[in-house]
Nanobody, 120 residues
Framework: VQLQASGGGLVQPGGSLRLSCAAS????????MGWHRQAPGKQRDLVAR???????NYADSVKGRFAISRDTGENMVHLQMSRLNPEDTAVYYC???????????????WGQGTQVTVSS
């Protein structure tokens, strides 16, 4: 399995960025996809996730500012980030929960991470 993330970068406070992540490889079905982030010296925490059925969860700190969506046909997930502030600066990691066969075990795979820096 491979996860290809894109869209990170430098943005000014109040700005917006859109992260995308595409899953490929030996995937029979996907349970959910999402994003975690890790700031320097801090643990990796959930930012947002979306299930195959379209249910979403967000960290309290990003509710109302971030929106996650999924393109099931392309095995892609997108994270639209708005009203960014310096506290959103972190490495953002895409993940996927998937099966390689019907009724197979649920597996998790992480992408390599993409840097988001919010600074003036």
């Amino acid at each position: 399995v491979q996860l290809q993330a894109s869209g990170g970068g430098l943005v000014q406070p109040g700005g917006s960025l859109r992260l995308s992540c595409a899953a490929s490889g030996r995937i029979f079905s996907i349970s959910d996809m999402g994003w975690h982030r890790q700031a320097p010296g801090k643990q990796r925490d959930l930012v947002a996730r979306i299930t195959n059925g379209g249910s979403t969860n967000y960290a309290d700190s990003v509710k109302g500012r971030f929106a996650i969506s999924r393109d099931t046909g392309e095995n892609m997930v997108h994270l639209q980030m708005s009203r960014l502030n310096p506290e959103d600066t972190a490495v953002y990691y895409c993940y996927v929960l998937y099966r390689t066969r019907y009724s197979g075990p649920l597996l998790q795979y992480w992408g390599q991470g993409t840097q988001v820096t919010v600074s003036s």
